[in-house]
């Protein structure tokens, strides 16, 4: 078994447990001829995933041994056999040379391999059942019971991924042969979006959209409308998903300030154009109402899952997410926000800074894990509001470099326009008449401005912001009777 999926269980009768003693003689016999066969089977098995205490030994020093550069033969260990005396009961060092002789070829080494991994699984599963059947009723009443669901979910994460399939390392012509695709692709295309739309025009010419395995931080300081953008990128996300019938492409909110109730009154607000204070306050007329009832009609099967689990760690937001892939496929997540995390539970950080660093890495590495474009909001330090320039700066992110370390892309949202109304000259005053002619100027508008992309540019793009639906959009000129499309 693989260490990551071993669990301690006394009272399993082993013997009972799915096993192939044939199949572990095979394959250990014929690296023992021939250690190339190592090299072709070791990215799907390891020493745990024996079920034969020896056999794992064996092939733990054989792998050792070819590590090294030597060569694994019934001769070469047989010395540290006959130290170790760990063969004596199945006929010393002798046995190795009957597992020689039982030796097969290269394909049907493969075959055993992908054998003696699937029944490692199958008693891993096994193992892991009786283990929830023991914490259920052995643990303390101060262990949650949410707790116990969540780490056998961790658990049976890890048996499903961990063994077979896992070599990452490609050579240049798969790689090439995977870029060259991936622009044919792009070139098909009616646009340059080759990721994942944000319905916003400006901002998928910019990043071509949301691509896998993508950290992406949209950060801002207060009143600025991180939510309201972030709300808005993943309803259109879920919305064009269910309307293309995409699999897989489901959006998870994380929400750790706002109720889900709080966030489905604000995607409500926007698509029925009815302010959201109206809603909460039932402040509506007959027409609203309907027109209400309406837009939740049309929007109740996108594929938007919200949990507004308040300060989650990132070791249960991963699980969580995990979990929904495996179940309803997963195409984004979006976390409302970032400095609302907590590390995991194994954390000894006293330092916030750590804390951070550890949480972007964990959020980097799930999303390449997940192969999903994770966006994550993010706080700025106060330091914007004591310059006069209010426009933010990488060096404005909150808490850690780490955000801007371990991130594809940075945005910052800024709306001049709201420092702007908070200093507002005396009415009739030759200030204010210029403070009015800027108000109007700038009325309705925000800037997203990228400072980081790992793959592409950086550049500010504007959008129109619609304060009373909390509602972004695509920005058009002042031509136009609005600014929002």
Known sequence: MS?????????????????????EQGILGSILLNNEIFFDISETINSDHFYEP?????????????????????????????????????GGSNYLVRLANSAVSLDYAKNYAQIIYNLAVRRGLFELGGKVQHDAIESGMETKPEDLIEETEKNLYQISETGASQNNIQTFQSSVEEAVELAKKAFEKDSSVVGISSDFTDLDAKLGGFH?????????????????????????????????????????????????????????SEQAKISSNDIRRGNLSESDLDNLVSVSKDILEIPLFIDDTAAVNIGTLSSRARRLKRKNGLGVIVIDYLQLLRPSKTSRNESRVLEISEITQGLKA????????????????????????KKPQLSDLRESGSIEQDSDVVMFIFREEYYLEKNAPSPGTAEFIEWQQKMDEIHGQADLLIMKQRHGPTGNIKLSFDAKYTRFGNFISKDHTNNYE
């Open 3 to 23: 260490s990551s999926f071993q669990f301690q269980n006394n009272s399993i009768n082993l013997k009972e447990l799915p096993h192939n003693i044939e199949a």
């Open 54 to 90: 020896i056999h794992g030994l064996i092939y733990s020093v054989i792998s050792k041994m070819i590590s090294q550069g030597k060569i694994a033969t019934p001769i070469t260990l047989k010395s540290f056999f006959e130290v170790e005396k760990n063969l004596e009961e199945i």
């Open 212 to 268: 896998p395995s993508d950290l992406i931080i949209i950060a801002g300081r207060p009143s600025m409308g991180k939510t309201s953008l972030a709300t808005n990128i993943a309803f259109n996300i879920a919305r064009n998903a269910h309307i293309e019938k995409e699999a897989n492409s489901s959006v998870l909110f994380f929400s750790l300030e706002m109720s889900s109730e709080q966030l489905a009154r604000r995607i409500l």
């Open 366 to 389: 799930l999303a390449k894990e997940l192969n999903i474009p994770i966006i994550a909001l993010s706080q700025l330090s106060r330091q914007v509001e004591q310059r006069e320039d």
